[in-house]
Each structure stands twice: as structure tokens, then as C-alpha cells.
């Protein structure tokens, strides 16, 4: 599987950003999808999941603020950001779930995308 992470870019703080993950190769509906992102000198973190099911996991830090969606058809799945702060400047992952375990974990996921620079201006 090859993912394609877009949407990124420069916002004001309290502004919108909506990242897209485009899988390619093969078709990832059957799996649990993450994304996960990355600041300079951090190491990366769990930003939300989505499982096969559709049921949702966000990070204490982005809930009721990010949402996570997939699209199957397009073999594509989305963060929509809100309220955007400068905290959440980083460089935006999605991967896929190939082991079972916490969806926190980025060990349990694979098939890591490019990412996708988001900068929150104050």
C-alpha cells in the first residue's frame, strides 16, 4: 500500500485545515487507519484512528476538534481540523493498522505516507 498524505499548509490560529490520505495498491477498507504527526525535535504522536467498523479514537489533545472519516470508495481517508491552534504545527502522517494493538501506538501501523507540513500561525 502506497498513501498519499495532502492538505496541509500555513493557517491562522482558529482557522480550518482538512488533510486527505489517498491509499493506492491496494484497498484498505478492511483495516484500522491512523494519523499521527510530528514537530520538530518530538517524537510522533497519535492523532485519531478510525477502524474498519468506523468507529473513531482521538487523542485527548484534538478531541472534539479533528475529526477522522473514510471514504471507501475513494480509498481515501480524511482529518478535518478545527479551531486550529499553534501546538498543532507538525508534519501530518496517516498509516495503516497491521497489527493488533492500541491504535496510540505507532508501532502497530505501517505503509507511512510522506506527510503533509500543517503551520498554525499566532
Known amino acids: 500500500v502506497q498513501l498519499q498524505a495532502s492538505g496541509g499548509g500555513l493557517v491562522q490560529a482558529g482557522g480550518s485545515l482538512r488533510l486527505s490520505c489517498a491509499a493506492s495498491?491496494?484497498?484498505?477498507?478492511?483495516?484500522?487507519m491512523g494519523w499521527f504527526r510530528q514537530a520538530p525535535g518530538k517524537e510522533r504522536e497519535f492523532v485519531a484512528a478510525?477502524?474498519?467498523?468506523?468507529?473513531?479514537y482521538s487523542a485527548d489533545s484534538v478531541q472534539c476538534r479533528f475529526t477522522i472519516s473514510r471514504d471507501n470508495a475513494k480509498n481515501t481517508v480524511y482529518l478535518q481540523m478545527y479551531s486550529l491552534k499553534p501546538e498543532d504545527t507538525a508534519v501530518y502522517y496517516c498509516?495503516?493498522?497491521?497489527?493488533?494493538?492500541?491504535?496510540?501506538?505507532?508501532?502497530?501501523?505501517?505503509?507511512w505516507g510522506q506527510g503533509t507540513q500543517v503551520t498554525v500561525s499566532s
Open positions: 478510525i477502524h474498519r467498523s468506523g468507529n473513531t
Open positions: 498509516a495503516v493498522r497491521y497489527s493488533d494493538g492500541a491504535v496510540q501506538h505507532p508501532r502497530y501501523f505501517g505503509s
Open positions: 495498491g491496494r484497498t484498505v477498507s478492511s483495516y484500522a
